[in-house]
C-alpha cells in the first residue's frame, strides 16, 4: 500500500531557561493502512492515536528534546508498545523533562528506518539542539524538519543548547542539497519547499 502522511496539531507550552510560551506543534504521522511512525510527540496522547488510528507504531521519532516534541513520548510509548528514538547528543536536553528514562533508541545521521517497506532517512542537523535530526523520505519527496527548518528560515538558536552558525550549516550540508521541490513538513505552522528556503 501507498505511504500517506497524516496530521495534526495539538497545543500546549514550551520551557526552557526559565521562561514557558504556549505552542502550536506538528505530528506527523507518516505510513499506509497497516503500520506507521509518529513523529514528535507534543501535548497530547489521545489526539496523536486518534491520528494513528489503531495502526500499529514502528517508531516514536522525536526530532530532538524540547519538552514541546517530547513531553508525552513516554506515554505514547506505553500506549503503543513503540520505541522511542532520538540522538544521543539530545540526551542532556530530554533529561531536562525526562530525568531517569532513557530513549529506546539512539538515531545516528545516515540511520535508515522502514515503515510499511519504504526507506526513511536520519539527518543529523544540529543547531536549534545538539541532537537535532530531520528526517528524509526519498518517496514522498518529503522531509520532516522539527525546529531546524521552518518557512522563512532556520529555526530559532537563542536558547540554551543552540547556536546560529550551526543551524545554518546543517541546513546548508544536509537540507539545501535535497531536491529543490521537497516538501517541508515543520515542526510548528505551515509547509514549505527546499526551493523556497535558499538562503
Same mark, same amino acid.
Given at each position: 500500500?501507498?505511504?500517506?502522511?497524516?496530521?495534526?496539531?495539538?497545543?500546549?507550552? *514550551?520551557?526552557? #531557561? =526559565?521562561?514557558?510560551?504556549?505552542?502550536?506543534?506538528?505530528?506527523?504521522?507518516?505510513?499506509?493502512?497497516?503500520?506507521?511512525?509518529?513523529? #514528535?510527540?507534543?501535548?497530547?496522547? #489521545?489526539?496523536?492515536?486518534?491520528?494513528?488510528?489503531? @495502526? @500499529?507504531?514502528?517508531?516514536?521519532?522525536?526530532?530532538?528534546?524540547?519538552?514541546? !516534541?517530547?513531553?508525552?513520548?513516554?506515554?505514547?510509548? !506505553?500506549?503503543?508498545? &513503540?520505541?522511542?528514538?532520538?540522538?544521543?547528543?539530545?540526551?542532556?536536553?530530554?533529561? /531536562?523533562?525526562?530525568? +531517569?528514562?532513557?530513549?529506546?533508541?539512539?538515531?545516528?545521521? =545516515?540511520?535508515?528506518?522502514?515503515?510499511?517497506?519504504? @526507506?526513511?532517512?536520519?539527518?543529523?542537523?544540529? =543547531?536549534?539542539?545538539? =541532537?537535532?535530526?530531520?528526517?528524509?523520505?526519498?518517496? /514522498? +519527496?518529503?522531509?520532516?524538519?522539527?525546529?531546524?527548518?521552518?518557512? $522563512? $528560515?532556520?529555526? &530559532?538558536? +537563542?536558547?540554551? *543548547?543552540?547556536? @546560529?552558525?550551526?543551524?545554518?550549516?546543517?541546513?546548508?550540508?544536509?537540507?539545501?542539497?535535497?531536491?529543490?521541490?521537497?516538501?517541508? !513538513?515543520? +515542526?510548528?505552522?505551515?509547509?514549505?519547499?527546499? &526551493?523556497?528556503?535558499? *538562503?
Amino acid at each position: 500500500m501507498a505511504l500517506r502522511v497524516d496530521h495534526t496539531v495539538t497545543s500546549g507550552t *514550551f520551557s526552557l #531557561d =526559565g521562561e514557558t510560551f504556549d505552542v502550536d506543534n506538528n505530528v506527523w504521522v507518516v505510513g499506509d493502512s497497516a503500520e506507521c511512525v509518529v513523529i #514528535d510527540a507534543p501535548h497530547d496522547v #489521545d489526539a496523536i492515536l486518534k491520528v494513528v488510528d489503531g @495502526r @500499529r507504531v514502528v517508531a516514536i521519532l522525536l526530532t530532538h528534546a524540547h519538552d514541546d !516534541h517530547v513531553r508525552v513520548a513516554p506515554d505514547l510509548a !506505553h500506549a503503543t508498545g &513503540a520505541p522511542m528514538a532520538l540522538h544521543q547528543d539530545d540526551r542532556i536536553v530530554w533529561e /531536562l523533562t525526562h530525568m +531517569g528514562v532513557i530513549p529506546h533508541l539512539a538515531l545516528e545521521d =545516515g540511520q535508515e528506518i522502514t515503515v510499511a517497506g519504504e @526507506r526513511i532517512e536520519v539527518l543529523h542537523t544540529p =543547531g536549534h539542539s545538539p =541532537g537535532a535530526v530531520c528526517f528524509y523520505v526519498p518517496s /514522498l +519527496g518529503a522531509v520532516f524538519t522539527g525546529d531546524t527548518l521552518f518557512q $522563512g $528560515g532556520p529555526g &530559532a538558536t +537563542g536558547r540554551s *543548547f543552540s547556536d @546560529r552558525p550551526t543551524i545554518e550549516k546543517s541546513i546548508r550540508e544536509k537540507l539545501l542539497t535535497l531536491p529543490g521541490e521537497t516538501v517541508v !513538513h515543520t +515542526g510548528h505552522g505551515p509547509d514549505t519547499t527546499i &526551493a523556497a528556503e535558499v *538562503f
